[in-house]
């Protein structure tokens, strides 16, 4: 085979290769997102488990301290009074305390749990968008500016959606 021929065969082939082993590395990535957000799923799940019964203690309170609330024929005076005797002030304490562990964010998904992944994640994702140049179709400009951000967050250029460093 002729060197020019051979060449050109030579680079046809490294361009495909390169094709192939950038698909790779995509579905490795996004294959490694996905495991860590169904681990976030997953620990989602078993933090309502962990906090069934400690909830429904809570909640049967909170229906005993409504009824003490709503009930017209209990002075305002005597309210306090009466909870206490149904619940012990140092359990009524305690178990407000336990509730920071219990309330969930609005829309309730596994979002917290996910981003419990970002000191691992942050090691290799500004890198990983370095190295690869995206681009889309005409539809696709939301998605490439949101790639854009990640690298400048990553690059340490701004702190967040139009907010530069102070």
């Given at each position: 085979?002729?060197?020019?021929?051979?060449?050109?065969?030579?680079?046809?082939?490294l361009?495909?290769?390169?094709?192939v082993?950038?698909?790779?590395v995509?579905?490795?990535?996004?294959?490694?997102?996905?495991e860590?957000?169904?681990?976030?799923?997953?620990?989602?799940?078993?933090?309502w488990?962990?906090?069934?019964?400690?909830?429904?203690e809570?909640?049967?309170?909170?229906?005993?301290?409504?009824?003490?609330?709503?009930?017209?024929e209990?002075?305002?005076?005597?309210?306090?009074?009466?909870v206490?005797?149904?619940?012990?002030?140092?359990?009524?304490?305690?178990?407000?305390?336990?509730?920071?562990?219990?309330?969930?964010?609005?829309?309730?998904?596994?979002?917290?749990?996910?981003?419990?992944?970002?000191?691992?994640?942050?090691?290799?994702i500004?890198?990983f968008?370095?190295?690869?140049d995206?681009d889309?179709?005409?539809?696709?400009?939301?998605l490439?500016?949101?790639?854009?951000?990640l690298r400048?967050?990553?690059?340490?250029?701004t702190?967040?959606?139009?907010?530069?460093?102070?």
């Open positions: 085979m002729k060197s020019h021929r051979r060449y050109t065969t030579l680079l046809a082939f361009h495909q290769a390169l094709a082993v950038t698909d790779e995509l579905d490795m990535f996004e294959n490694g997102l996905a860590r957000y169904a681990r976030a799923e997953r620990d989602f799940v078993e933090h488990k962990s906090v069934r019964e400690s909830t429904n809570k909640l049967g309170w909170f229906q005993d301290m409504g009824g003490v609330l709503l009930n017209t209990v002075s305002d005076e005597r309210v306090r009074a009466i206490f005797g149904h619940i012990p002030r140092k359990k009524l304490a305690q178990a407000l305390e336990e509730t920071q562990d219990i309330v969930r964010p609005r829309g309730d998904a596994p979002y917290d749990f996910f981003a419990r992944s970002y000191s691992h994640l942050r090691r290799f500004p890198r968008l370095k190295l690869l995206f889309g179709v005409s539809g696709q400009t939301s490439l500016a949101a790639l854009a951000l400048e967050l990553g690059a340490g250029e702190d967040g959606p139009g907010r530069g460093h102070s």
